[in-house]
């Protein structure tokens, strides 16, 4: 049996890419144990599959610092005697790990992060647009590197336990309304500014939807001032909004999303959550770009919304999002109507898949 370790700490959505990749490995290759050494918040993403596991390093207290490091690598030397290491995030903490297992004779592997063509397609002037490769296929790449080839498995690659439906079930039960209209999630939220459609638009976008649809709308995200955000939406409609966040754990939070009709988000890891859930997904987009390599996986243009390049050369303007706009109004965000939204969340609704 080949046993491999991959480092993967962050972001969520990066690790959250990891999924389909390590699921369509082990199908495809039988005589393949892998070991996922990530943050311990990200372990529910792994579960269920099979010959899969993960190492919680907690690079946040534990672990941290040079001397962290080089305790998270004996703590992982120990573990396993593995027999190939794919680093999956070429960060400093990864780069000291993978130099240490090369001391120590073992194979190692990096994956291209493709740093020179995201550059040129997000610099502020002659931008290089050509579409780049998916995330998954980067991942992908690192494996075949190593002489493992496969192709990615169909989804859903998010499948909630038993446990997590029953414990859902009991929280539907309690709090949400019969299924008679649709369902959507609603993730207003992303890590930066750029990625973040005017918070202002959505009392008027879900008052938009009540009056074409009267959907039941469940607000994803977390902390307390997201939350503080979901319970204002919520005194504003009370029958239609249900909080989410902060209620349920991840693996409930994945049996909810297999229950949506559609999910309305930002680009951020509650979209990728939802897409390799399965759910149909309308996405949002500012200063990134889905052709950089991190739109929802499996789906075309249909899940996404964004204002055409030649009406806004400056997009994108960063990879992975940022909190200022070269032109200090983020019209790539502000000129996406409430109106556009709505009718899109209609139009996915009503035409068939």
């Known amino acids: 049996m080949t046993k491999i370790l991959i480092l993967r700490f962050s972001a969520m959505g990066d690790v959250l890419l990891l999924v389909p990749v390590l699921r ?17 918040r990200f372990a529910a993403f792994f579960t269920g599959i099979e010959r899969v ?9 534990r672990f941290t610092g040079f001397f962290g490091v080089r305790k998270l690598f004996f703590a992982l030397l120990v ?42 397609f997000t610099r502020r002037e002659n931008k290089v647009t050509t579409p780049l490769p998916h995330t998954i296929q980067r991942y992908k790449q690192a494996f075949e590197k190593a002489g493992y080839s496969f192709p990615i498995l169909p989804g859903p690659y998010l499948v909630a336990n038993d446990t997590a439906k029953n414990h859902l079930q009991k929280w539907l039960d309690k709090n949400a309304p019969l299924k008679k209209t649709a369902w959507l999630g609603l993730a207003p939220f992303a890590l930066h500014k750029s990625k973040i ?5 959505y009392p008027a976008l879900i008052q938009e939807l009540i009056r074409k649809i009267n959907p039941t709308i469940f607000l994803f995200g977390g902390g307390d001032q997201e939350i503080k955000y979901f319970h204002d939406l919520q005194e504003l409609f009370p029958k239609n909004c249900l909080i989410v966040a902060g209620q349920l754990k991840m693996q409930q939070e994945i049996a909810l999303l297999q229950q949506l009709d559609l999910m309305v988000c930002t680009d951020s890891s509650n979209m990728h959550l939802a897409a390799l859930a399965g759910t149909p997904v309308l996405s949002i987009w500012g200063g990134t770009h889905p052709d950089v390599g991190f739109g929802p996986f499996g789906k075309g243009d249909e899940s996404i919304v964004q204002l055409d390049q030649k009406e806004l050369p400056c997009r994108p303007c960063s990879v992975y999002g940022k909190e200022k706009c070269h032109r200090g109004d983020f019209a790539c965000l502000t000129g996406i109507t409430v109106e556009a939204v709505a009718n899109r969340v209609v139009e996915r609704l009503t035409t068939p898949a």
């Open 24 to 40: 369509s490995l082990v199908a495809a290759h039988a005589d393949v144990e892998v070991v996922v050494a990530t943050r311990p």
């Open 53 to 61: 596991k993960v190492f919680e390093a907690d690079v946040d207290t």
């Open 79 to 120: 573990k396993e005697d593995f027999d190939l290491v794919v680093d999956m995030h070429d960060h400093l903490r990864t780069l000291i790990l993978r130099n240490l297992f090369v001391l120590f004779g073992k194979k190692v592997i990096v994956f291209n992060k493709g740093r020179k063509e995201k550059k040129a």
């Open 197 to 201: 459609w005017p918070l202002a638009n």
